[in-house]
C-alpha cells in the first residue's frame, strides 16, 4: 500500500530555514498538501497543490514536489513555527481514501 | 463564521455503538465534500471516512469498512459518523473536515476543533 514516510523530528534555530521532506512513490502523479498543528490544537492547511499557499499563511512558508520527495520549506523560522507538520496525497490506485504522512516535529531552538 | 463543530464524543464499550455529529454553519454545506480524520492519542492524523458533496459516494479507511457509516443532512447541515462495533484502537480524537476536489484531487481546506472518542470496558 502507498506510504508517506516524514522524519519524526527535527530543530532548528530562529531565523534559520527549516526544511520538511515527505518520501513517497511517483510523487510527480500526485498532488502534495501540508499540514501544521499547533500542541492542542486542530490541524491548519499551509500549502496545497505542492506549492500554493493557503490564504493568511506567510511567504516564508513554501512547498514543491520532485521525483520521489516533497519538500515544506520555512524560512527565518520564528518560535511560533513551532509545531507538527503532515504532509497528506490523496490516493486512487486502489479504493480511493485520503494518506497523511507520519508527522515531522519541527522545535525552534 | 465559517466553523465546524463535533459533538458526540465519550467513552464507549467495544461492540456498542456511538454517533458522532459535526454541525456546519456560514458556508454553503451542500456543495462540499465532508471528510473524518481521527488522531489517536500522541499519534498522527490518521484519514477515516469521506462522502461526496451530494450523498452519491462514500469511502473508508480498511480497517473501518463494514463497522463505520459516513453521512450527511443537507436540510441541516450535518455530517455523521455512526461508530459500529468500536475496537479500542479506534480510540482518538475525531475531527470533522472539509475537503476541496478537483480533478480527483482531495485536500482538507477547514477543520473542527474535535470531539474525543475512547474505547473502553
Known amino acids: 500500500s502507498y506510504v508517506l514516510t516524514q522524519p519524526p523530528s527535527m530543530s532548528v534555530a530562529p531565523g534559520k530555514t527549516a526544511t520538511i521532506t515527505c518520501g513517497g512513490h511517483?510523487?510527480?502523479?500526485?498532488?502534495v498538501h501540508w499540514y501544521q498543528q499547533k500542541a492542542g490544537q486542530a490541524p491548519v492547511l499551509v500549502i496545497y497543490?505542492?506549492?500554493a499557499r493557503q490564504t493568511g499563511i506567510p511567504q516564508r512558508f513554501s512547498g514543491s514536489n520532485s521525483g520521489d520527495t516533497a519538500t515544506l520549506t520555512i524560512s527565518r523560522v520564528e518560535a511560533g513555527d513551532e509545531a507538527d507538520y503532515y504532509c497528506?496525497?490523496?490516493?486512487?490506485?486502489?479504493?480511493?481514501?485520503?494518506?497523511f504522512g507520519g508527522g515531522t516535529k519541527l522545535t525552534v531552538l | 463564521q465559517v466553523q465546524l463543530v463535533e459533538s458526540g464524543g465519550g467513552v464507549v464499550q467495544p461492540g456498542r455503538s456511538l454517533r458522532l455529529s459535526c454541525a456546519a454553519s456560514?458556508?454553503?454545506?451542500?456543495?462540499?465534500?465532508m471528510h473524518w480524520v481521527r488522531q489517536p492519542p500522541g499519534k498522527g492524523l490518521e484519514w477515516v471516512a469521506g462522502?461526496?458533496?451530494?450523498?452519491?459516494?462514500?469511502n473508508y479507511k480498511d480497517s473501518v469498512k463494514g463497522r463505520f457509516i459516513i453521512s450527511r443532512d443537507a436540510s441541516r447541515s450535518t455530517l455523521s459518523l455512526q461508530m459500529n462495533n468500536p475496537r479500542p484502537d479506534d480510540t482518538a480524537v475525531y475531527f470533522c473536515?472539509?475537503?476541496?476536489?478537483?480533478?480527483?484531487?482531495?485536500?482538507?481546506?477547514?477543520w473542527g476543533l474535535g470531539t474525543l472518542v475512547s474505547v473502553s470496558s
Open positions: 497528506q496525497v490523496w490516493d486512487t490506485s486502489g479504493d480511493q481514501r485520503g494518506l
Open positions: 462522502i461526496w458533496y451530494d450523498g452519491s459516494n462514500q
Open positions: 511517483n510523487f510527480e502523479s500526485k498532488s
Open positions: 456560514g458556508f454553503g454545506f451542500s456543495a462540499y465534500d
Open positions: 497543490y505542492d506549492s
Open positions: 473536515v472539509r475537503g476541496i476536489r478537483v480533478r480527483g484531487i482531495i485536500y482538507f481546506d477547514l
